[in-house]
Each structure stands twice: as structure tokens, then as C-alpha cells.
């Protein structure tokens, strides 16, 4: 069955309700925190090399444009090795006084068996197991009545892609490109499904934190998480990264058009100009192969830029 990107992570319109704008990357967080900042990131580096993009198994589905697989060379980078937690964007935070696109809407998405019993204002249009719920925001991540501080070693959520932007802009950072993301999340790995070879659960061993059960309604939990798991949960890929799969969606930098691969840039591709949405990548703790095959390294997805939700975050490249 076909699904589109909002059903993995729903869209949000271009306008906020009434609360303030929120800060942009723009507003002046650039130069504040370098110094801060990178102390808080654990990097990996990354060599440059040729590599293999796309779909070498024909699984992806159509409109996310996984095809034709095409070779890319990458220049080298240091990527962080965890997505970034709530204790480092709660630095950034603390810093800067940002506020997020959530906190401007006064809402974001909580799946729900996740949601908090108050605060619930409705059902998300044609996926009605994400709730808007009134006060989740990166620092409350199931509702008003959640904080980021039980969570502090798990991956920051209910960010947009402007409040990606803005992070690293603070910290002197940078959203990978998609071809950095695949690249980096093979490990080094040529053609594989996944970032650990071709089996699911190789060995009976989970992997990734992904849903097992029936969605959206039973979830066994046989991975050992509901929701978002701590960084480092997971073994590493062969480059040293951790959830490259699974756990949270990760923002990239690039606009998402489903036929670029088709005349992509053989050398550092920098994405299309113009697009649907921002490409978010890796999968989440809801992907499950009945309904959002999008755990596998080739696998893509987009969402508006000023869209949240509990299940999308990002991991950075320096600069």
C-alpha cells in the first residue's frame, strides 16, 4: 500500500496560530555557542568515498522517488554519532531563549498511546493515531504534562526543520545532505537493506527501535521501547554511528523532489532547488513493513519545513 510522507510524520500548514512567531535561524543565534556547542557533540569521521545511492532491492515505494540507484561521491565529514538529545538542544535553549515552530503553534503531534490524557484537541486528518496535542513541545514531548528531563539522554523531538536550522546555526553546524546521510549510515556497507546487512533482526537481535505488533493499535514492544529509545540504545554501524534506523526521522538539508535521483550531481549533490518538503531520513519507532517500510538505508520521506512531531529530530555535520 502506498503511503505518503505525512502519514509518517503529519504536515502542519505554513501558519502559526496566534502565540508569536518563533525565532528563525536568522534571528541572530549564529556565533553565540560555537564553543559551548562543541563540546556537547560526539563526532565521528567520515572518509570521502564513492558509494552506491538508492534502492538496490526495488522495496521503496514509487512516490518517494528511491530510483534509479545511482553512484555519488562524497567529499569527507565529522557527523555527530547520536541524533541530538534534549540535553544538548535544552543547551542550546538555554543559550539562546529560542523558541520552537511547536511552541509558536502551541501544539504538536503525539502518537497516541504516547499523548498525555490532557491537552488533546483532535486527530490529524487521514491518520488518526497522531493526536495534536496542546502544550507537547520539544520539551514536553508527550503533552504538558511530560519534560525533557526524564528523557534527557533520548533524541530531541517536536523540532521543524527551521528549528533544526536554527540549532546549528548556534552551534556552527551544519543538517547533512541526503547523499551524506546515506552515505554515512551504510557504514561503509555497499547495497545493503539496512545499515547492518540485509536481515531484519539477524540472529533473533533487534537492530533498530521499530514497531513490532499490529499498528497502530498493539505495539509487543519485543525491542524494548514504546516510544523514542536513549541514543546508543543500539549497536553502532560500521562508521560508529548509532540509530541510523529506526527511533527518530532525521531532517536533512535538502529540498525533496521524487525525480532527482534521475539527473542527480555525481559529486557531492547538494539536492534539488525547489520541492514537496525537506527529506527526512532513517525511520522512526512507528515504521513498520505493514504500513512504513522506511527503516532501510535507501528508504526517504519529507515533510513541510515547519512541521513537528514526536517522532522527527536530526543529527548534525561540522563545519
Known amino acids: 500500500m502506498e503511503h505518503s510522507g505525512s502519514c509518517c510524520t503529519p504536515s502542519r500548514g505554513p501558519e502559526p496560530v496566534s502565540?508569536?512567531?518563533?525565532?528563525?535561524a536568522d534571528d541572530g543565534e549564529a556565533g553565540q555557542g560555537?564553543?559551548?556547542?562543541?563540546?556537547?557533540?560526539?563526532?565521528?569521521?567520515?572518509?570521502?568515498?564513492?558509494?552506491?545511492?538508492?534502492?538496490?532491492?526495488?522495496?521503496?515505494?514509487?512516490s518517494d522517488?528511491?530510483?534509479?540507484?545511482?553512484?555519488?561521491?562524497?567529499?569527507?565529514f565529522r557527523i555527530d554519532a547520536t541524533q541530538v538529545t534534549n540535553a544538548m538542544f535544552a543547551a542550546f535553549v538555554d543559550a539562546t531563549g529560542y523558541r520552537t515552530?511547536?511552541?509558536?503553534?502551541?501544539?504538536?503531534a503525539v502518537f497516541h498511546l504516547l499523548a498525555d490524557s490532557g491537552g488533546v484537541v483532535g486527530a490529524a486528518a487521514g491518520v488518526p493515531w497522531w493526536l495534536n496535542v496542546a502544550g507537547a513541545d520539544w520539551a514536553h514531548p508527550r503533552g504538558?504534562?511530560?519534560?525533557?528531563?526524564?528523557?534527557?539522554?533520548h533524541p530531541v523531538v517536536h523540532v521543524s526543520w527551521y528549528d533544526a536550522v536554527a540549532y546549528c546555526a548556534w552551534a556552527h553546524r551544519r543538517l547533512p545532505t541526503e547523499a551524506e546521510w546515506e552515505y554515512a549510515a551504510r557504514g561503509g556497507l555497499a547495497g545493503r537493506r539496512y545499515a547492518w546487512g540485509d536481515e531484519l533482526t539477524p540472529g533473533g537481535e533487534h537492530r533498530c527501535n521499530i514497531w513490532q505488533g499490529?499498528?497502530?493499535?498493539?505495539?509487543?514492544?519485543?525491542?524494548?521501547?514504546?516510544?523514542?529509545?536513549?541514543?546508543r540504545s543500539f549497536p553502532p554501524n560500521g562508521f560508529g554511528l548509532y540509530e541510523v534506523a529506526g527511533n527518530v526521522w532525521e531532517w536533512c538539508a535538502d529540498w525533496f523532489l521524487p525525480k532527482y535521483y534521475?539527473?542527480?550531481?555525481?559529486?557531492?549533490?547538494?539536492?534539488?532547488?525547489?520541492?514537496?518538503?525537506?527529506i527526512m531520513r532513517g525511520g522512526s519507532y512507528l515504521c513498520?513493513?505493514?504500513?512504513?517500510?522506511?527503516?532501510?538505508v535507501a528508504a526517504r520521506s519529507h515533510n513541510t519545513p515547519e512541521s513537528s512531531s514526536g517522532n522527527c529530530g536530526f543529527r548534525t555535520i561540522a563545519l
Open 19 to 24: 502565540l508569536g512567531a518563533p525565532r528563525r
Open 34 to 62: 560555537g564553543s559551548v556547542a562543541g563540546a556537547l557533540h560526539a563526532e565521528v569521521a567520515v572518509p570521502g568515498g564513492l558509494f552506491a545511492m538508492g534502492d538496490a532491492f526495488g522495496e521503496g515505494y514509487a
Open 65 to 76: 522517488g528511491e530510483l534509479p540507484v545511482h553512484e555519488v561521491t562524497v567529499d569527507g
Open 101 to 108: 515552530e511547536a511552541e509558536a503553534y502551541g501544539s504538536s
Open 144 to 153: 504538558p504534562q511530560s519534560s525533557w528531563r526524564d528523557v534527557a539522554d
Open 214 to 231: 499490529t499498528f497502530p493499535s498493539e505495539n509487543t514492544v519485543e525491542d524494548g521501547f514504546l516510544g523514542t529509545a536513549p541514543v
Open 262 to 278: 534521475a539527473n542527480s550531481p555525481a559529486v557531492n549533490p547538494q539536492g534539488p532547488t525547489i520541492g514537496a518538503g525537506r
Open 288 to 296: 513498520h513493513e505493514s504500513y512504513c517500510n522506511r527503516y532501510r
